[in-house]
Structure formats: C-alpha cells, structure tokens
T-cell receptor
C-alpha cells in the first residue's frame, strides 16, 4: 500500500546544531508539505513543494529549508536549531493542490 | 487573512449520542474544506473532503456540510462510540494563500462509555 513515512519519529538535539527530518511518500504525489504543530497555535505551514525542483515558503519558514530532488522525498532542514523549534513536525502529500492531503505520523523534535 | 475557528475546544458526551462539531472561516473564497481526525501522539487521518461546489459529504456515521456563503461547516457524528474519542480538525484550502490548507485549532471529543 502507498504510504507516507517520516524519520526519525523522535529526536533530541542541542541548540545550534543542524538537523534534517526525512519525509518519504510512495504515492507519486507532486505536492508535498511540511507543518509544525504547537499547543495554542494548531498546525502551521513551514514549506511546500509542487514538484521536483520547486520549493516555496509557508507561514513560518524562518530557520528552515527544504529541497526537492525527486518526487518521493522532501527533507526538512533546521539550519541552526533553536529552542523555539521544539515541536511536532508533520509531512503531508497530495495529488494536486485541490485533492486531499495525506499526513505522515509525525516527528517529535526537542531542542535543548 | 483567512482564519478558521472551531467551537467548542472540547466536548464530552455519553456513548450513543448524535453530535455536531462546528467550523467557521472568515473568507468564503475557498477551494475545498477537509475534516481530519487526530489521535493522541499520532498523525492526521483524513475523514471527509468537501469541494466548494458541494453542500455535503457522507462517510459511514459521519456527515459533513458546507455553507460557503456563511463561512460555516459542520461535522455530524451519529451514534457516537468511545472509539470516536479524538481531536477533530477542520482545514480550508484557501484561494488567497496559494491554495494551501489553513487549520482550525480543533475540537477535542471525549465519548464516555
């Protein structure tokens, strides 16, 4: 069955370190998204991609970057981790802008 | 800027009750609206997607309605069960935000046996 996976599921890192969270989908979807979920804020969009070599900033993109070299993967990089980036991160994909988005299981990141 | 509001933030009902969860949005220029379910420590599971041209969608005991002109959607759950306990999230695909999803903060539902 097609699916979307994220790794690692849990990560503890120190302030200032570079961290990369992986997202892999097997639906062959063009569109992929990264969100963060925080108490009191709900889900907020970090970056998104509508296809290979396409990346766009979302609502809360500062301190994050993504690259899209193939259809299946959209890794999220925290250039220099900050305590404010402690959060649960979700990756999602969809067939097109107007189809349902399917979410991965999430990565819980703690920055100490 | 599109804003999505879900009221109430939490709801507790006895098993077997029919219930309604509410979602409102400020800008009616949406492509579609999606309802999700999230269990504690888990990802989001898509429940129903309503396109802007539709009035409702049904899946099993779930029925979602959309009134775009008034900026409202409801999720109706029939004959609630303890297994329905979860947080329910509403999200609109906004025409003004490059077609991205804008989420409400959710309604936490608890169904008591």
């Amino acid at each position: 069955d097609a699916e979307i996976t994220q790794s690692p599921r849990h990560k503890i890192t120190e302030t200032g370190r570079q961290v990369t969270l992986a997202c892999h989908q097997t639906w062959n979807h063009n569109n992929m998204f990264w969100y963060r979920q925080d108490l009191g804020h709900g889900l907020r969009l970090i970056h998104y991609s509508y296809g290979v070599q396409d990346t766009n900033k979302g609502e809360v993109s500062d301190g994050y970057s993504v690259s899209r070299s193939n259809t299946e993967d959209l890794p999220l990089t925290l250039e220099s981790a900050a305590s404010s980036q402690t959060s649960v991160y979700f990756c999602a994909s969809s067939e097109s802008r107007f189809h349902e988005q399917y979410f991965g299981p999430g990565t819980r990141l703690t920055v100490t | 800027k599109q804003e999505v509001t879900q009221i109430p933030a939490a709801l507790s009902v006895p098993e077997g009750e029919n219930l309604v969860l509410n979602c409102s949005f400020t800008d009616s220029a949406i492509y579609n609206l999606q309802w999700f379910r999230q269990d504690p420590g888990k990802g989001l599971t898509s429940l129903l997607l309503i396109q802007s041209s539709q009035r409702e969608q049904t899946s099993g005991r779930l029925n979602a309605s959309l009134d775009k002109s008034s900026g409202r959607s409801t999720l109706y759950i029939a004959a609630s069960q303890p297994g329905d306990s979860a947080t329910y999230l509403c999200a609109v695909k906004d025409g003004g935000s490059q077609g991205n999803l804008i989420f409400g903060k959710g309604t936490k539902l608890s169904v008591k046996p």
